[in-house]
């Protein structure tokens, strides 16, 4: 999955669509990730003794294939590029300005 956790994503396809945010979990066996404020779906707690009911809101998952990742050098949506580095790992990078999505590897 080229998608990963902290990375900013624009919706591409769904009834979000066009709307941006940050992935909060990647769920990799059922190629899927949740986005903060995307999907938003309403849980209803039925009443105890002890409470009262309620309404709970929260985030459902979205297929990893309605995300594209947001470059943050280019400020743009991205396909999701690949590059060997000479210690042999692989790194991520925006196939539109040939950057690092990768994090980790700018503070270096």
Same mark, same amino acid.
Do not use: F, W
């Given at each position: 999955?080229?998608?990963?956790?902290?990375?900013? *994503?624009? #919706?591409?396809?769904?009834?979000?669509?066009?709307?941006?945010?940050?992935?909060?979990?990647?769920?990799?066996?059922?190629?899927?990730? *949740?986005? &903060?404020?995307?999907?938003?779906?309403?849980?209803?707690?039925?009443?105890?003794?002890?409470?009262?009911?309620?309404?709970?809101?929260? &985030?459902?998952?979205?297929?990893?294939?309605? #995300?594209?990742?947001?470059?943050?050098?280019?400020?743009?949506?991205?396909?999701?590029?690949?590059?060997?580095? &000479?210690?042999?790992?692989?790194?991520?990078?925006?196939?539109?300005?040939? &950057?690092?999505?990768?994090?980790?590897?700018?503070?270096?």
């Amino acid at each position: 999955m080229k998608v990963k956790m902290n990375d900013n *994503v624009l #919706v591409i396809a769904g009834k979000d669509r066009n709307k941006t945010g940050k992935v909060t979990r990647v769920l990799h066996k059922a190629d899927k990730v *949740v986005v &903060e404020k995307v999907n938003m779906r309403t849980k209803h707690i039925r009443k105890t003794q002890t409470g009262p009911g309620s309404k709970i809101q929260y &985030e459902g998952a979205i297929p990893a294939s309605n #995300v594209m990742v947001v470059c943050p050098n280019c400020k743009k949506a991205t396909r999701v590029g690949y590059k060997k580095l &000479e210690s042999g790992k692989k790194q991520r990078m925006c196939k539109k300005c040939n &950057e690092t999505l990768d994090k980790s590897s700018t503070k270096k």
